[in-house]
């Protein structure tokens, strides 16, 4: 899936520059003239960046930040703010806000395409390494371990992927291709026997940790499916 970037920007040249190079950059994005139609359009689909632009008509950029970093739901994506160039005070009152990054108007396409690349990946990083839980089940992606009740398995990188990817497509069928692309990529050699085998392990590393029944459904055919 393609990153999704709200651009909240009232300079409609400016938003058009934005948005062409962000998807020709292969990003999805939102432009939105105020704030009032972003925070709408936020409740229905949540973006992985804001762009935010300071001048704004109606509610401003900095009070922009000030929301979505005080809200729990919102508070962990990266926000970029576009300021022209000149207006220090916006920078540092913006990043003092809670911003990660700042950029100046006039911009340049690559710089700007960079820092969002940059804002992108830090946070990738950073979601990969957090200890998450679904179900009952804890997630340590750092030491690839799964935690249930206290007691502990520990899984190959492969299996630990290929869990994770189940269980945050909980409910949803997982089909064999999509577990190759996700986790192999297109460069993956070995035939689909190969996940069934991955499967086999996980199954015995759950059970192991008292996970029963275990969770994992076969979908004949098609590929997988787990309910925790
Ligand atoms: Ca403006």
Not at 51 to 79: F, R
Not at 128 to 148: D, M, N, T
């Amino acid at each position: 899936m393609r990153p999704l970037i709200y651009s909240i920007e009232d300079e409609t040249n400016i938003q058009n520059v934005i948005k062409i190079a962000l998807e020709n950059a292969n990003y999805d994005v939102g432009c939105f003239l105020e704030a009032a139609e972003m925070f709408k359009q936020l409740k229905k689909q949540v973006p992985d960046l804001f762009l935010v632009d300071i001048m704004l008509p109606g509610i401003n950029g900095l009070e922009i930040i000030k929301h979505l970093k005080n809200n729990t739901q919102y508070k962990e994506i990266p926000i970029m703010v576009i300021s022209a160039k000149g207006s220090e005070i916006d920078k540092v009152i913006g990043l003092d806000l809670g911003a990660d990054d700042y950029l100046a108007k006039p911009f340049g396409i690559l710089e700007l395409i960079s820092r969002v690349k940059a804002l992108l990946r830090r946070r990738g990083n950073e979601q990969a390494s957090a200890v998450k839980s679904i179900g009952e089940i804890e997630f340590r992606p750092k030491e690839r371990q799964i935690v249930l009740k206290g007691q502990k398995a520990l899984l190959t990188e492969k299996e630990y992927l290929i869990l994770e990817l189940l269980a945050s497509n909980q409910g949803k069928t997982v089909s064999r291709e999509e577990i190759i692309e996700s986790i192999w990529g297109y460069d993956f050699i070995g035939e689909s026997r190969t996940i069934d085998v991955h499967i086999k392990k996980i199954r015995e590393k759950l059970t192991q940790i008292g996970q029963y029944p275990d969770p994992i459904q076969t979908i004949r055919g098609i590929g997988y499916k787990i309910n925790l």
